[in-house]
């Protein structure tokens, strides 16, 4: 633009540029807010509708920029004199007094910024050895792992041994978030350390690096008096992902009654994959009648039997709107049966039926579609003779599928009353799992149609 202006009229046409910019931009973030406090946020739908019309009115006023500018003219190119040294037209605009002063203003200023970033590192690092106040201290180790800088690992490591306690965590903490081979090294050897107070800390810090090599150490803390550590123990092995530490977590399922040890060894084994795991967590759900306990057992069910951090998503939409995740679930469940079998207009009618009787918080009436689907789709996904007995249909399916068997039995217990106290403990949410559950089995096995069905009943 430059190029363009006139220079006795350039400091005027700036300052009016940036005047109109500037109001153009505070009367685009009122008409942006505007229009998205149109929506009811309380609906996921209408909310996102707002956020679509907002950038779909950015997308096209920038296209609109495009056009406009089009037809502003380029400045002549200067000649290039031919066989020049490419080093010699480089360093060609450097011979020009402003385009130097400019490029040296501009230096000096990053380096101005990369010596301040590289100096607070430092200051910080002093700080946490120097400081006057355990705070002072605790804080400056805080600050180092937000870093994430190697340089300070040495001196992170150093002040695991510091009497203060809150600058012992802190360090732990940064140490994790910093990850490096040394900072892991150092996590473990305190850990091993069996008059350590910082435990979970430590196994805390160690999910967080996610290191395979510290899944020794903390399998054998899965032992531990100290229930904490052991929390901290299986949610680090669930991080890290190794499969040598299912065993152990199992276990410790099986013979533990406490509610949050439950909780984090099903989301441990749910993101370990192994479905074992399942005949632990379904009963479980069936029985507890803890709200909270049954809603993380649910998540990781859902995530070890079908998508992962899907059913989070349909629980989260549903709660925002009810039967907005069970009908977005029914919809693709819908979309794959037709796609795979034209002819199952039965099936097509039991999901709209389905997400009827869901909307009307029917519980007893959807299990008993839900199951009936259920046992339609995944055998013919098998292409199995067909059996409407649930326990004949996990028998038959168990020697070819192992995770639909266990599907089926979901949906089977689903469908018998839970009584808790005199009453039926299921709700909405163990129906919108066995959809999830479901959908996610058919998107698994995406196959062209088949061309013929079994008879359907």
């Not at 700036?14 to 505007?34: F, I, K, M, N």
């Not at 406090?37 to 739908?45: C, V």
């Not at 069970?326 to 469940?333: D, I, S, T, V, W």
């Not at 689903?414 to 129906?431: F, K, M, N, Q, V």
């Amino acid at each position: 633009m430059t190029d363009l202006i006139p220079g006795r009229t350039s400091g005027k046409f700036w300052g009016t540029r940036q005047s109109v910019v500037t109001e153009v931009s505070l009367g685009g973030l009122w008409l942006a807010g505007h229009l998205l406090d149109s929506y009811d946020g309380r609906q996921a739908s209408a909310s996102l509708a707002g956020f679509a019309l907002v950038f779909a009115l950015a997308a096209v006023f920038g296209l609109l920029d495009i056009v406009v500018h089009l037809g502003v003219p380029e400045p002549a190119r200067g000649a290039v004199q031919e066989g020049s040294p490419a080093w010699r037209r480089m360093l060609a605009p450097l011979r020009r007094d402003a385009f130097r002063r400019l490029t040296l203003a501009i230096g000096v200023w990053s380096f101005g910024f990369a010596m301040v970033g590289t100096f607070g590192i430092v200051y910080n690092i002093s700080l946490m050895t120097t400081g006057a106040t355990r705070r002072d201290r605790a804080g400056a180790a805080r600050k180092l792992g937000g870093t994430r800088t190697r340089l300070a690992v040495p001196d992170l490591v150093a002040k695991l041994e510091d009497p203060s306690l809150d600058l012992q965590e802190e360090a732990v903490e940064a140490l994790g978030a910093i990850g490096s081979l040394e900072a892991v090294d150092a996590l473990l050897q305190r850990l091993r350390d069996p008059s350590t107070l910082i435990a979970p800390q430590l196994c805390r810090a160690l999910r967080q690096a996610a290191d395979p090599r510290a899944v020794d150490g903390l399998i054998c803390q899965l032992t531990s008096p100290d229930r904490e550590v052991v929390i901290e123990s299986v949610r680090a092995l669930g991080a890290i992902g190794e499969r040598r530490a299912i065993p152990g977590i199992l276990d410790l399922m099986k013979e533990t009654r406490d509610r949050k040890l439950l909780a984090v060894s099903s989301e441990a084994l749910a993101a370990l994959g192994e479905l074992s795991a399942a005949y632990q967590i379904i009963p479980q759900v069936r029985e507890t009648e803890s709200r909270t306990l049954k809603q993380a057992l649910s998540l990781a069910l859902g995530d070890l039997l079908g998508e992962r951090e899907v059913f989070y998503q349909l629980l989260i939409l549903d709660r925002e709107s009810h039967g907005a995740g069970a009908a977005k679930a029914l919809r693709r469940l819908g979309r794959r049966v037709k796609k795979h079998f034209p002819r199952a207009v039965r099936q097509i009618a039991s999901i709209e039926e389905l997400e009827a009787a869901y909307e009307l918080e029917d519980v007893s009436k959807c299990s008993g579609l839900l199951l009936h689907l259920g046992l339609h789709l995944i055998q013919f996904i098998h292409r199995l003779q067909l059996t409407l007995d649930p326990e004949q249909a996990m028998l038959n399916l168990m020697e070819c599928d192992r995770q639909a068997g266990i599907t089926v039995w979901y949906l089977k217990i689903l469908h018998e009353p839970w009584e808790i106290h005199g009453r039926d403990a299921r709700d909405c949410s163990d129906i919108l799992l066995g959809i999830h559950i479901l959908t996610s089995l058919m998107a698994a096995y995406d196959k062209p149609p088949h061309p013929q069905l079994p008879p359907q009943r």
